[in-house]
């Protein structure tokens, strides 16, 4: 797995410019003790050349990995990622992950290979919902919706069936590898349990608070993500969260907790 060089660089040299205040030492912190516990994450999962199931391997080099990487963001919609691997290890094994199949598959037929992610029905009409704009759009040169300004990228992207804010800023930062913060519910809850946000904050709100305090890096902001998820999955569990063995426990208020293990 290669290394994001500035996943490994400390935040304090990448100070952005006239930012201050709590949110970007904690921001920061926070970041900077998750990838030293957890190390690199090699986010996005795709499946390498010639395998039949996504790797963490550093995300995807190439258009055939991009498109694995938008269709992923719509399988682990309200699912867990086992699910959605299942689901791409499915289409993979027909040959339908590439850009044509999908335009061709009937709606039905890909509702069936895509089972293993739940909700297969809605799933199956926003891929298609989304590879019709592509292909209305840009035609078969559809990577060049890569290529548009990222506020642009994004309004598309909120246009389209069943994509909200969490799918966009996947597809956005991990498919085209610009930059865009991902807020899920992981970063919700670890964040207001460490104290700095309210429990109901919006995921706008939240998102411009990340943005505001990091470099605006595709790199960090690909890391980070991967390593609130581990941690969101490993340790700040939504019951009893292992807050004896947290790399975070000394700067963690702990807010709304009442049962611990470890
Ligand atoms: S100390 Fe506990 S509540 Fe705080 S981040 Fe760690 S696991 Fe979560």
Partial sequence: MSTPDIAVKKLSKLEPKGVMGNDRKIIREVYERLLAFYGPQGWWPVTPPGGRSPVYSGGPTNASQRLEVMIGAVLTQNTSWNGARKALENLSSQNGLDFQSLLEIPEEKLGLFIRPSGYFNQKARRIKSFISFLNERYGADWERFFAEPVSQMRRMLLGLYGIGPETADS??????????????????????????????????????????????????????????????????????????????????????????SC
């Fill in 171 to 260: 597809i956005i930062l991990y498919a085209a590898g610009r930059v865009s913060f991902v807020i899920d519910s992981y970063t919700k809850r670890i964040f207001y349990r460490l104290g700095i946000t309210r429990g109901d904050i919006p995921y706008e709100e939240l998102k411009q608070r990340f943005e505001k305090v990091l470099p605006a890096e595709s790199e960090l902001y690909n890391e980070y993500h991967a390593l609130v998820v581990i941690h969101g999955k490993e340790r700040c569990t939504a019951r009893e969260p292992k807050c004896e063995c947290c790399p975070l426990e000394q700067i963690c208020v702990r807010r709304g907790i009442n049962r611990l």
